[in-house]
C-alpha cells in the first residue's frame, strides 16, 4: 500500500496534479472540512471508480460560517481522517493553513445568484458566498477533472454546478448520494453533537419527508402534507428553519408534486445542532 501524501502550500499541490496532467491522468478532488465520515469516504471510494488519482482536502472554511457559529468548535481530526484515507489508498491530501488560503488583505468573493436564496441561502446569507469562493479557488488551485460533492447539501452542490457554468472552469462536477445510519439519518460532522436523547429523536426528520413523499405520491395535497409535517416536527422538540418542496433541477418553489422533479428539503434545530436533509419524490 502506497503512502498517502499530504501536502500544505498551494504550489506543493499544484505540482503534483501538473504532473498527473502531464502523464494524462484522470484526477479527482474531494474537497472536505475534515472530521470524515462515511459520508466523505463514500465520495472518496465514488472518485477512485471515476479517475486515476483521487486528491482530498482538508479545509475549515472561515467564510461560511457566521460569528455565532461554530467554527471554532467544528470537530478536527486531521490524523485519523489521515488514517481513514490512507486506508482507501487515496493518492494525495492537501490540509493548507487559514494564512495559505486567505492572505491577511484577501478581499475578493464568489456569489452565486438566484440559487442561494431561499433555503439555507434564507437563514445563513453568509454561507454561500463563503463556500463558491474556497471551492471556486480549490478548483483553480488543483484544476482536477473532476471535483465530488455529496448530495445531502443538495443545494451546494447546485451552487458549485452553477458557479463552475458560470466561469467557465474546465471541472466536472458529480453528486455523490447521501449516506444514511441505519435509521435513516443522514451522516454529517456536526452529528456528534447530539445529545443521547437527541440522537434518539433525530432520524424523525428523514422519516418524516418521506412519509411526506408517500402519501403525495399516493394522492394526498402536497402543501397539505408540509403544513402538517412541520407542526408534528414542533411537537417532536425540532426548531423548524424550513420545510419545502423545490424543484430538483432549479430549486423553484412547488406547489404541485411533480414525479421525479419535486425534491423535499428541510433543515431543523435539535437542540444546538442544525439538521439538514432532501428527498427526490420519485
Not at 460560517?65 to 489508498?89: C, G, I, S, V, W
Request: glycine share 4%; charged share 25%; with cysteine.
Amino acid at each position: 500500500m502506497n503512502k498517502t501524501k499530504t501536502v500544505r502550500t498551494i504550489k506543493s499541490l499544484r505540482a503534483q496534479m501538473n504532473d498527473w496532467r502531464l502523464s494524462e491522468q484522470k484526477t479527482a478532488l474531494v474537497p472536505t472540512m475534515g472530521s470524515l465520515h462515511d459520508g466523505h469516504l463514500s465520495l472518496v471510494k465514488l472518485a477512485k471508480k471515476k479517475a486515476d488519482r483521487v486528491v482530498v482536502s482538508i479545509f475549515v472554511n472561515p467564510t461560511q460560517f457566521a460569528p455565532n457559529e461554530d467554527f471554532d468548535t467544528y470537530p478536527r481530526e486531521e490524523k485519523r481522517d489521515r488514517d481513514k484515507l490512507q486506508n482507501l489508498e487515496t493518492d494525495l491530501i492537501f490540509a493548507p493553513s487559514r494564512k495559505q488560503m486567505y492572505a491577511e488583505d484577501f478581499s475578493t468573493r464568489v456569489t452565486v445568484d438566484e440559487i442561494s436564496t431561499g433555503l439555507c441561502g434564507a437563514s445563513r446569507p453568509h454561507f454561500f458566498g463563503g463556500v463558491a469562493t474556497v471551492v471556486c479557488k480549490l478548483l483553480l488551485q488543483a484544476l482536477p477533472t473532476m471535483a465530488i460533492f455529496g448530495e445531502k447539501d443538495y443545494q451546494q452542490l447546485l451552487v458549485i454546478k452553477r458557479m463552475v457554468r458560470d466561469l467557465d472552469i474546465p471541472v466536472s462536477i458529480i453528486g455523490g448520494p447521501i449516506i444514511r445510519e441505519s435509521d435513516g439519518l443522514a451522516m454529517s460532522s456536526r452529528n456528534k453533537y447530539l445529545t443521547s436523547k437527541e440522537r434518539l429523536t433525530a432520524p424523525l426528520l428523514h422519516a418524516t419527508l418521506t412519509q411526506i413523499a408517500n402519501s403525495v405520491q399516493a394522492g394526498k395535497p402536497l402543501a397539505a402534507q408540509i403544513r402538517s409535517a412541520k407542526s408534528r416536527l414542533k411537537k417532536q422538540g425540532f426548531d423548524v428553519d424550513y420545510l419545502e418542496a423545490r424543484n430538483t433541477d432549479n430549486l423553484r418553489p412547488e406547489k404541485q408534486y411533480i414525479p421525479g422533479k419535486t425534491r423535499l428539503f428541510a433543515a431543523a434545530y435539535l437542540g444546538r445542532t442544525r439538521l439538514i436533509d432532501n428527498l427526490l419524490v420519485k
